[in-house]
């Protein structure tokens, strides 16, 4: 097992909220050090280290930010978005990292604004995470007391604002183009892309946007040296990764591995396994809109490609454990429920397609479906991947898709025997009616008598 984060145990002994407490652990010696480097330098640092996203995507964000033009290649202002969104069901990282370590935030924050010559950057914080907001915020009033924010940073002749931004409470925010949208003042939708953010982001300006992890990471990488960081985890998937545990587990919470070690090593080695002598049935690797794993492929490695060879995604790093006495028919209606309740209604397959997802499971789960149906829950399946605007629909798509793949004998004995097998035992039992009920209520409000 790797170590955990060394700010993690500092956050233990000092209060690391505190500017000061921050300082003495070494914090913002990284920004002094980026400072005296030329931007392109920042960057080819970030390039070294090898740093992927940590919001889902995975994407090398040296490489994102190496696609914005520099300060004298256009005529508009540089913008830094952070997304502060966290959304994912199962995600809870984000959150711990604002609230215990804000000023890492802050600090990753400056230097990659000063990497791409940023002159604002705009934190968007779920709504929902007002203690976290606070605490940001009372971070960024002591940054800016103290010349670490604003104009003439440290007497480096660079300036930046940071801009804290809540949102109010869309998961398609957490979408780039939805956030984008949303930060104008606009109804959290998806763009269409071409133009990408890193040409026509915020206000149609040049934009990087990066979640709370990836910039937290930042610091770290310029005091280690970007390829010092890259000998840490595996190939193409370098450095450290917070996983947020939950579930069926006895110990859940957020760690911080080295990429590359295995399922098995957090569920049973760290998390302590399933507990009350249950048996392990599938794991969600990266949230919600990830497929599933069975609970033979517990020794796959969490870094991107192993992930990617067992047909899945490291995701948000959301790792959800689920034991033998759940219904996977509930839970494929569960996640779909929550993707239609929050797709944003602007392109057709995601619209209806998470639609008929939900009242197919649901036909399936009381036992009234066909036996042709579950074959059409596919097909609406494949008709919604790759055809929306944004990744909501395959969100909605691949994990209910895989979950018929692997039980398939499940949804099956639901149509055989007319009914859920489970008979009320499920773990899920009585979880799904209030969703129903809060849409029931919407239609209600909305009929026109007749």
């Known amino acids: 097992m790797a170590p955990r984060h060394v700010v993690f145990e500092l956050a233990e002994s000092a209060d690391v909220t505190r500017l000061s407490d921050y300082e003495r652990a070494g914090g913002y010696e990284s920004l002094r050090k980026a400072l005296a480097m030329e931007p392109a330098q920042v960057i080819e640092e970030l390039l070294a280290s090898g740093l992927r996203g940590r919001g889902g995507a995975g994407f090398p964000m040296g490489r994102k930010a190496s696609f914005l033009p520099k300060p004298d290649q256009t005529p508009k202002p540089i913008y830094l978005a952070v997304n ?66 604003g104009a003439n940073i440290l007497g480096s002749g660079y300036s930046v604002t940071i801009v804290l931004h809540r949102g109010a409470g869309a998961y398609i925010c957490g979408e780039e183009t939805g956030l984008l949208e949303s930060l104008e003042g606009k109804r959290g939708q998806p763009r269409t892309k071409p133009p990408f953010p890193a040409i026509a982001g915020l206000y149609a300006a040049p934009t990087l946007i990066n979640n709370v992890e990836t910039l937290a990471t930042v610091p770290r990488i310029l005091a280690l040296g970007g390829e010092n960081y890259a000998k840490l985890g595996v190939e193409n998937s370098s450095g450290t990764r917070v996983f947020s545990l939950s579930g069926n587990v006895a110990r859940p919470g957020n760690y911080e591995l080295e990429l590359g070690m295995s399922l098995r090593d957090l569920i049973v080695g760290i998390g302590g396994g399933v507990p009350g002598g249950r048996q392990l049935k599938a794991v969600i690797p990266g949230g919600s809109s990830t497929p599933v794993l069975t609970a033979d492929e517990l020794d796959t490695r969490l870094d991107f490609d192993s992930m990617a060879r067992a047909g899945t995604m490291l995701g948000s790093g959301a790792v959800i454990v689920i034991d033998d006495r759940c219904c996977m028919v509930q839970l494929a209606l569960r996640v779909a429920q929550f993707y239609r309740h929050e797709s944003c209604g602007k392109c057709t397959p995601c619209r209806e397609g998470t639609r008929w997802m939900v009242e197919i499971i649901r036909r399936i789960e009381q036992g009234a479906a066909g036996q042709g149906e579950l074959d059409l829950l596919l097909n609406v399946c494949d008709r919604i991947l790759g055809r929306c605007l944004c990744p909501l629909g395959d969100a909605a798509a691949m994990p209910v898709a895989s979950y018929v793949a692997k039980f398939r004998s499940e949804f099956q004995r639901h149509i055989d025997e007319g009914g859920c097998p489970f008979r009320g035992t499920s773990s899920l039992e009585g979880v799904l009616a209030p969703v129903d009920e809060h849409h029931a209520r919407a239609r209600a409000r909305i009929e026109v008598p007749a």
């Not at 069901?89 to 791409?116: N, W």
């Open 84 to 149: 502060a969104d966290e959304s994912e069901p199962g995600t809870f990282k984000d959150r711990e990292i604002m609230l215990r370590v804000p000023h890492q935030v802050i600090e990753g924050i400056l230097i990659s604004s000063y990497a791409i010559q940023a002159r604002a950057a705009f934190v968007y914080i779920r709504g929902e995470y007002l203690t976290e907001y606070e605490v940001l915020r009372t971070a960024l009033e002591e940054a800016l007391d103290r010349g670490l924010v």
